[in-house]
């Protein structure tokens, strides 16, 4: 790809979409919905095709039902008339096929061929890899043997977290997809860097003159990063119990928005450029190597029997496919340092947790406070300034000052300044999977994880992951509902410290200038 190369062009180029994996739950709930979107909008190209694949078997007639099931049930357009349906669906088609069966792929290459002439599409092929991980190195190798990657135009590989269990399996994933695919070829997918306000982030921070000179130890007394789940693990629990809230979401989502609250500025706004810069975060957090250094540092958490909202609400333990001795966590909070040269000092506390009693995805950068101050007093309720990024459900940004009391004689009293970006647009913001599909198809890198991220994000949880295993007394427990354990406080407090906002709650004592939740 030019090095010079933008990405401004909204239309994919013409390609053939292969999901594997098709009649599973990502596929339906995401992928089939994010497609059609792109339709709606104009950002598919005419020349396209999606073959479904999967193991099961399934007419095309019956294979396109299914997709209009799923987009009729989670797309945020619905179809609008027969004639435009027809001319979306026709271009879907089917494939079961045992994935270890080369003949199956060099039938799926006729098939493909088929397409690609009664579409005229330029021979350019994109891989969604809805599946287990351990199934992309065989699919990587069979898509190569059965000449699936002779076509006329590009390749892509699109593949889903989680991208290993700990540093030498991922080394071992990504060698066997390596052997097939080269880096450039391959778009490794963290969804939350698909959402819109985690890619405000970037422009929040290097498009405005008064967050970038303050961003830095001088001015910054923490960071706060709250992923807050009100789901437990569903019917997911086989998964999940191997993985636990580290793995599942601290190694990728919550390094990821780390990543990039503190990178530096890079110098061109192309993938590798913003890339680099992410990845040196990541190479400067502080390891944890011992047991203590994890437990001084690190809390992890496991929800129990807890009642909300007047419903009781299972322990973890209980819940289906779920070891009913598990130690895994269900909530995972640290502290933890980048020790650069901007960084140094500063401590960045990110937590993540199932059914907390609210969803929410919140970064929050708290500044220090005024050095001297004059308003000192019973009288002033002076807080720390605030810049807050709402990334999930409400999405937005607000800054919390303080100003004078309208009226009163110098009474101070803190205000949020809020821009509710969602109260405009509502439900209608695109989704994170539509977004990565297009820049996939586009070949837009950027919002992808390279190898060396990935790589260097488990280097730092396989220290804790360790500790962890040698000793499990450290596993705190907090009632379903509940906003984790107390020892996740605690770890502000010893520097002196709250989360914000206190008990996930908009806090009543600041005067709103937009009156949203
Ligand atoms: C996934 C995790 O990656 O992210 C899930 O595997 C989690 O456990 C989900 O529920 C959260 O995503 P979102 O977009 O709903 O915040």
């Not at 000449?147 to 030498?168: A, S």
């Not at 778009?187 to 970038?212: P, T």
């Not at 599909?437 to 990935?454: I, K, M, N, P, Q």
């Amino acid at each position: 790809m030019a090095e010079n190369q933008t990405f401004d062009e909204l239309k994919t180029p013409g390609a053939v979409f292969f999901i594997f994996g098709a009649t599973g739950d990502l596929a339906r709930r995401k992928l089939f919905p994010a497609i059609y979107s792109l339709y709606r909008e104009g950002k598919l190209a005419e020349d396209f095709a999606v073959i479904g694949v999967a193991r099961r078997p399934r007419s095309p007639e019956e294979f396109r039902e299914d997709v209009k099931a799923s987009i009729r049930e989670f797309s945020r357009y619905q179809a609008i008339d027969d004639n435009e349906w027809t001319g979306f669906v026709n271009h879907f088609e089917y494939k079961s096929l045992d994935i270890n069966n080369i003949d199956g792929f060099r039938e799926l290459r006729e098939q493909t061929e088929g397409l690609e002439e009664r579409f005229r599409i330029p021979g350019n092929r994109l891989f969604y890899l809805a599946l287990a991980p351990e199934l992309f190195g065989s699919v990587s190798f069979n898509l190569k043997a059965g000449g699936m990657l002779d076509g006329e135009g590009w390749n892509r590989l699109v593949i889903e977290k989680p991208f290993g269990y700990d540093l030498e399996s991922a080394e071992k994933l990504n060698e066997q997809i390596r052997q097939v695919f080269q880096e450039e070829e391959i778009f490794r997918i963290d969804h939350y860097l698909g959402k819109e306000m985690v890619q405000n982030i970037e422009v929040i921070r290097f498009a405005n003159a008064f967050f970038e000179p303050l961003w830095n130890k001088q001015h910054i007394a923490n960071i706060q990063i709250t992923l807050g789940e009100t789901v437990g693990v569903e019917e997911r629990g086989g998964y999940y119990d191997h993985a636990g809230a580290l793995r599942d979401m601290a190694q990728n989502h919550m390094l990821q928005l780390l990543t990039m609250i503190a990178m530096e500025p890079p110098s061109r706004l192309l993938a590798e450029d913003i890339r680099d810069e992410k990845v040196k975060v990541l190479r400067s957090l502080r390891p944890y190597l011992t047991g203590e250094e994890v437990r001084k540092n690190v809390v992890r958490g496991q929800y129990t029997q807890g009642l909300f909202n007047g419903k009781t609400l299972p322990a973890y333990r209980q819940e289906d496919k779920v070891n009913p001795e598990s130690t895994t966590e269900t909530y995972f909070a640290a502290r933890v340092f980048v020790d650069n040269f901007r960084w140094a000092g500063v401590p960045f506390y990110i937590r993540t947790g199932k059914r907390l009693p609210a969803k929410t995805t919140e970064v929050v950068v708290e500044f220090k406070s005024m050095p001297t101050n004059v308003y000192l007093g019973q009288k002033h309720n002076l807080e720390p300034n605030l810049l807050v990024i709402r990334v999930n459900p409400m999405e937005g940004i607000y800054v919390k000052i303080n100003a004078k009391k309208p009226g009163s004689e110098s009474e101070i009293q803190p205000l949020a300044m809020d821009f509710c970006q969602s109260c405009l647009i509502g439900i209608n913001s695109p989704e994170a999977y539509e977004r990565l599909l297009h820049d996939a198809a586009r070949g837009d890198s950027t919002y992808f994880t390279r190898w060396d991220e990935v790589s260097s994000a488990w280097s730092f949880v396989d220290h804790i992951a360790k500790a962890w295993r040698e000793d499990s007394s450290d596993l705190a427990s907090y009632p379903a509902g509940t906003w984790g354990p107390v020892e996740a406080a605690e770890l502000l407090e010893q520097d002196g410290f709250q989360w914000w906002p206190v008990n996930g709650q908009k806090e009543s004592n600041v005067v709103w200038s937009v009156n949203n939740n």
